[in-house]
């Protein structure tokens, strides 16, 4: 597999769980009651976004093809969320929980891809701006997690 090839599926993978993150929050803000709870997740619906779009860019720019759609794990991630939010006695805090869960996944993602790839220097600094933003996230679902408790 060529340097471009390699980089462009690394990133399209990213673009996946940035797809599937925005799908998610979109999904958490529609399960929410809480006006500050719901502008959170559309505030952090937006940044994913803005996200997918920066990957799309870079991967059209390494020569190859963005993918259009997220993945069948997030489908099945967002189905959880539901389920738990449907069956929890306090449906706000299983749903941060949930969200806390996947931005740490995602955060995971972003680190093995930036330790096991050589990327151009934009492209590395973009990759840890959002990597740095996600995990700012995970320290502010914490933040909102301890309030509705």
Request: net charge negative; glycine share 4%; proline share 1%.
């Given at each position: 597999?060529?340097?471009?090839?390699?980089?462009?599926?690394?990133?399209n993978?990213?673009?996946?769980?940035?797809?599937?993150?925005?799908?998610?929050?979109?999904?958490?803000?529609?399960?929410?009651?809480?006006?500050?709870?719901?502008?959170?997740?559309?505030?952090?619906?937006?940044?994913?976004?803005?996200?997918?779009?920066?990957?799309?860019?870079?991967?059209?720019?390494?020569?190859?093809?963005?993918?259009?759609s997220?993945?069948?794990?997030?489908?099945?991630?967002r189905?959880?969320m539901?389920?738990?939010?449907?069956?929890?006695?306090?449906?706000?805090?299983?749903?941060?929980?949930?969200?806390?869960r996947g931005?740490?996944?995602?955060?995971?993602?972003?680190?093995?891809?930036?330790?096991?790839?050589?990327?151009?220097?934009?492209?590395?600094?973009?990759?840890?701006?959002?990597?740095?933003?996600?995990?700012?996230?995970?320290?502010?679902?914490?933040?909102?997690?301890?309030?509705v408790?």
């Open positions: 597999m060529s340097y471009t090839d390699d980089v462009g599926k690394k990133m993978e990213l673009l996946e769980k940035n797809i599937d993150a925005k799908k998610g929050f979109l999904n958490a803000s529609e399960n929410v009651e809480s006006t500050n709870l719901k502008t959170y997740f559309k505030s952090k619906a937006t940044e994913r976004d803005v996200y997918v779009d920066e990957l799309k860019r870079e991967i059209i720019s390494f020569g190859q093809k963005p993918e259009k997220g993945s069948f794990t997030g489908d099945a991630h189905a959880w539901d389920i738990k939010s449907t069956l929890s006695m306090n449906d706000e805090e299983a749903i941060l929980e949930e969200v806390q931005e740490k996944a995602s955060l995971e993602d972003y680190d093995k891809i930036l330790k096991e790839t050589s990327f151009p220097r934009s492209t590395e600094a973009m990759l840890l701006r959002q990597r740095n933003a996600i995990k700012n996230s995970v320290n502010n679902a914490k933040r909102y997690e301890s309030i408790s």
